[in-house]
């Protein structure tokens, strides 16, 4: 069964404390792996995706990589404005729906 | 441009009641996608439309739930006898192409409680 893990389901950091979040999976025959980021009451924003393994994206403070089992998102001094929930969602195979981790809620404070 | 929208941001119905939920994708994307949240979980995939016609409805728990599309830009999410476990937001998503992997723009989602 295709499965996607994030961990840790929470972190707390002071500003400019960097960090990685995990986002695990398990699937046959991955085509894309997204990133997102989730703040209370909105919908996910779309940050990154991933093709393959080896592939690296940045965006500002955000830098995601891929291997052939897992992502990580790297998250370089981070500001208060990063706090938010991230999701990690592949899709696989011949489906065109996202399987979706369960997020990890990340709180940067000042 | 404008993004994804949806109506209403907010529904409170009671229990057995019908309710419809409206989503306005992103003008030019082909295939629009439905999922539910609950607190503290991703998004779980309910069905996705390509153009007019429902390509996968496998997420969709029972055959109280129903999407169209009728002219392969709104699309409304019906929901018959509402139990109070369809309790969650339920969000919008577009793509500009069918296929993938493409990024899909959300929504910012439906909150309904059923009571």
């Known amino acids: 069964e295709d499965q996607v893990t994030q961990s840790p389901e929470a972190l707390r950091l002071q500003e400019g404390e960097s960090s990685s979040l995990n986002c695990s999976y398990t699937v046959s025959g991955l085509r894309g792996l997204f990133w997102y980021r989730q703040d209370p009451g909105k919908g996910p924003e779309f940050l990154f995706t991933?093709?393959?393994?080896?592939e690296e994206k940045e965006k500002e403070r955000l830098k995601a990589t891929l291997t052939k089992k897992e992502s990580f998102l790297h998250i370089t001094a981070p500001k208060p404005e990063d706090s938010a929930t991230y999701l990690c969602?592949?899709?696989?195979?011949?489906?065109?729906?996202?399987?979706w981790g369960a997020g990890t809620k990340l709180i940067i404070k000042p | 441009g404008a993004g994804v929208s949806q109506t209403p941001s907010n529904k409170v119905t009671e229990k057995g009641k019908y309710v419809e939920l409206r989503c306005d994708p992103i003008?030019?994307?082909?295939?629009l996608y439905w999922y539910r949240q609950s607190l503290g979980q991703g998004p779980e995939f309910l069905i996705y439309f390509q153009g007019t016609g429902a390509a996968d409805d496998s997420g969709l728990p029972n055959d109280r739930f129903f999407a169209v599309r009728p002219e392969g830009s709104v699309s409304t999410l019906k929901i018959q006898r509402t139990e109070r476990g369809d309790s969650a937001v339920y969000l919008c998503a577009s793509s500009l192409l069918s296929g993938g992997p493409y990024e899909q723009y959300f929504g910012p989602g439906t909150r309904l409680t059923v009571t």
């Open positions: 991933l093709y393959s393994a080896g």
């Open positions: 969602a592949v899709q696989a195979g011949g489906n065109y729906q996202l399987i």
């Open positions: 003008s030019g994307h082909t295939a």
